[in-house]
């Protein structure tokens, strides 16, 4: 399967993705902390999105066609609902917030409505101010074996919902 890991330096899903036999490739525009140049692609993930040739930091290329499964991870500094206090003063909405939050939407979206068979978007809760479509699901890490909470919505297409591994930590 050719998986695009969008808006990921830390390689850390890319590296899973390649320990199953994946040809996965992680993208941002940092450099990876990840080490493994030879699966980033360093630049725009809306032009990685497309497919096609890529080049990775270690200068090859790679014809990729069609991605087949799209994980993105866009920033959520202007989407999230802990950022709220920050959309408002006196009131009202602030301006200049507004527009940064209807940017970061704009982002989001190009990742959702990308045409790949199978995307799954993360993000946490978002604000409801920015209209995100519904999300398909909400999970915590503690359902996966980790001794912490921090609730993280997925938007899926063509993809399970993901099930618990663990009861509590």
């Known amino acids: 399967m050719k998986v695009l890991i969008a808006c990921e330096e830390s390689q850390t899903v890319c ?3 390649r320990a199953r036999g994946h040809e996965a490739y992680s ?14 692609i360093l630049g725009d993930a809306l032009e990685a999105i497309k497919g096609g040739t890529i080049v990775t930091m270690d200068g090859q290329t790679h014809d990729v066609g069609k991605w087949d499964l799209l994980i993105a991870h866009p920033p959520c500094t202007y989407l999230t609902n802990a950022g709220a206090v920050r ?14 939050a209807m940017e970061a939407k704009a982002f989001f979206m190009e990742f959702y409505n990308a045409d790949i068979p199978m995307i799954a978007v993360e993000n946490p809760t978002p604000m409801k101010i920015v209209e995100l479509p519904p999300y398909t699901q909400a999970i915590q890490p503690y359902e996966h074996g980790h001794p912490y909470s ?5 938007w899926l297409k063509g993809l399970p919902k993901l099930y618990p591994t663990s009861k509590s930590a």
């Not at 993208?27 to 980033?40: A, F, R, T, V, Y």
């Not at 959309?87 to 940064?100: K, T």
């Not at 921090?150 to 997925?154: A, E, H, I, S």
């Open 15 to 17: 590296k899973a993705f």
């Open 87 to 100: 959309m408002r003063r006196n009131g009202e909405i602030v301006p200049e917030r507004y527009h940064l």
């Open 150 to 154: 921090k609730r993280t919505c997925l």
């Open 27 to 40: 993208c941002d525009i940092q450099e990876p902390s990840g080490g493994k140049p030879e699966w980033h």
